[in-house]
Nanobody, 125 residues
Framework: QLQASGGGLVQAGGSLRLSCAASGRTASNFAMSWMAWFRQIPGKEREFVASISWSGGYRYYADSVKGRFTISRDNAENTMYLQMNSLEPEDTAVYYC?????????????????WGQGTLVTVSS
């Protein structure tokens, strides 16, 4: 299982740090899993935010968050993070963490097998 946390209400320009903790079967495979953050606004499709390879050596970002968000992971703690700076009202969404089997960067939600429950980020103007 994946458990996302760290969401909340923040003013534009502020920062938040999301965490995604793996437990159970996903924890045993955590160090070998390519992981990602997605976000979703009600009524819209889930969109890719960032992904990270098992070692952390490869990181990819959506153009909309590049330079503002940083994805990272701590395999010893079975936890992934998303540091979000310079937040904008357009970043308001439910943020989901996800993990996939195998290697390789993917941006489509269907490619990810394991999902957290989501954490709400609200950015006020």
């Amino acid at each position: 299982q994946l458990q996302a946390s760290g969401g909340g209400l923040v003013q534009a320009g502020g920062s938040l740090r999301l965490s995604c903790a793996a437990s159970g079967r996903t924890a045993s495979n955590f160090a070998m899993s390519w992981m990602a953050w997605f976000r979703q606004i009600p009524g819209k499709e889930r969109e890719f935010v960032a992904s990270i390879s098992w070692s952390g050596g490869y990181r990819y970002y959506a153009d909309s968050v590049k330079g503002r968000f940083t994805i990272s992971r701590d395999n010893a703690e079975n936890t992934m993070y998303l540091q979000m700076n310079s937040l904008e009202p357009e970043d308001t969404a439910v943020y989901y963490c996800a993990a996939k089997d195998g290697i390789g960067h993917k941006t489509e939600p269907v490619e990810y097998r394991y999902w957290g429950q989501g954490t709400l980020v609200t950015v006020s103007s």
